[in-house]
């Protein structure tokens, strides 16, 4: 959701592109020279990862627009279960196109860290995330504003102005766009990596965070009060933490060659990954009514962990479709856009066009304007402030 931090069309979450070329280095700097692994050649673009994101972004809007029977009564006025009988009882699993951002997240992050100081990358991070986010934060207040639901109650000028920093959730403050939640979730991880790159990255130094991280969240997360709450909600979040780990162990298989630590690092996370995400999707579906197996759920994100190992141990690297960067470009525009400007077009559109148009033209208003957005928006402010900072 490359060729630069600027020019780079990809992006999802704010997570950089994977067609980001490494460094030119590739010695690393592990304790001792005899326990490091050799990097492979340079990476190229992984155009089979561009492609996972498109499908992430759109299984996400899938799921809000025609997955999630209570949250869209509201928008379209019927419940989608009985608008869209063919398609609901695969879009009721889009949301977990959000682990997948998160274990794409862990892989490119490490690629894109690599041979970078802090500074470097928190200024990547920054003109990363925030550009087309600002915008959509103006999008969501406009849409609140002038074409509002009139079911729910539209965030404080305050709340709004807040959204701005991206630390809403610790200043307790409305999202403006539910979706904005994840960014939160990428925000803790980046500030967390910090840690690796005190000094320069390395096999070692990635490979111990990722154990210690780990191991964090689990011990964060203990029952009957004992546990770590500001760990836990955020720099620790049991789930998402595996999910990250699980990419960086993976771009470690494909940077330096799997190994039986790395094998261990994945299966591991793996498991601690398998416990929360089972345990989330029993409480969405006895707690919260939402009709999903918690195994379907569980098969479904254990197939994005093959389908990214089979890019790392490079099964991939056959795929050259060049059009899958120019759609990676507007992975992460359309999702910061999709959920309350798209529902705004829904309570717009839907009683002139039927359902199934109205989805149709839904869909395609917001690819236009996320490439609008990217062209129009991105680059040039991205170029602008590179300038400057």
Not at 97 to 112: A, E, K, M, R, T
Not at 276 to 292: C, I, M, T, W
Not at 301 to 323: E, G, H, P, Q
């Amino acid at each position: 959701m490359s060729q630069s931090d600027v020019q780079t069309p990809s992006k999802d979450l704010g997570i950089p592109a994977p067609a980001e070329e490494a460094p030119a280095r590739l010695k690393e700097a592990p304790g001792s020279a005899e326990t490091a692994p050799v990097a492979k050649k340079p990476p190229v673009r992984l155009y089979a990862l561009d492609g996972l994101r498109v499908v992430a972004a759109l299984a996400v809007l899938l799921f809000h627009f025609a997955g999630i029977d209570k949250a869209t009564d509201v928008n379209w006025g019927e419940n989608p279960r009985y608008l869209f009988p063919e398609i609901f009882h695969f879009a009721k699993y889009g949301s977990y196109g959000v682990q997948l951002f998160f274990i794409i997240s862990g892989f490119v992050i490490c690629l894109s860290a690599w041979d970078r100081t802090p500074g470097q990358f928190i200024k990547a991070r920054f003109l990363r995330l925030f550009p087309a986010y600002w915008f959509s934060v103006i999008v969501g207040v406009l849409v609140w504003r002038m074409i509002p639901d009139g079911d729910r109650k539209i965030p404080s000028v305050s709340d709004s102005l807040t959204n701005l920093t991206m630390f809403q959730v610790p200043m307790d403050a409305v999202h403006v766009v539910g979706a904005y939640w994840t960014l939160w979730v990428e925000l803790c991880f980046y500030l967390v990596f910090l840690f690796v790159l005190i000094k320069p990255i390395s096999y070692n130094r990635a490979y111990i965070f990722s154990w210690a991280w780990l191991l964090v969240s689990v011990v964060a997360q203990q029952k009957a009060g004992t546990g770590f709450p500001l760990l836990e909600k955020t720099f620790a979040q049991p789930m998402s933490t595996a999910l990250f780990v699980s990419g960086i162990a993976m771009y470690l298989m494909y940077r330096f060659g799997p190994d039986l630590k790395l094998w261990l690092l994945l299966g591991g996370s793996w498991l601690f990954m398998q416990s929360d995400l089972l345990e989330h999707a029993v409480n969405a579906r006895d707690k919260l009514g939402f009709d999903r197996s918690p195994f379907v759920v569980l098969a479904l994100v254990t197939s994005f962990y093959v389908l990214i190992l089979a890019i790392a141990l490079r099964k991939f690297d056959w795929l050259n479709w060049r059009w899958l960067s120019t759609a990676g470009a507007l992975v992460y525009p359309l999702y910061l856009l999709h959920e309350e400007l798209g529902w705004a077009i829904i309570r717009t559109l839907y009683g002139h066009l039927g359902a199934w148009a109205t989805l149709a033209a839904t869909t395609g208003i917001l690819l236009v304007l996320s490439w609008l957005v990217h062209r129009f928006v991105e680059q040039p402010s991205v170029r602008w402030l590179k300038k400057r900072l």
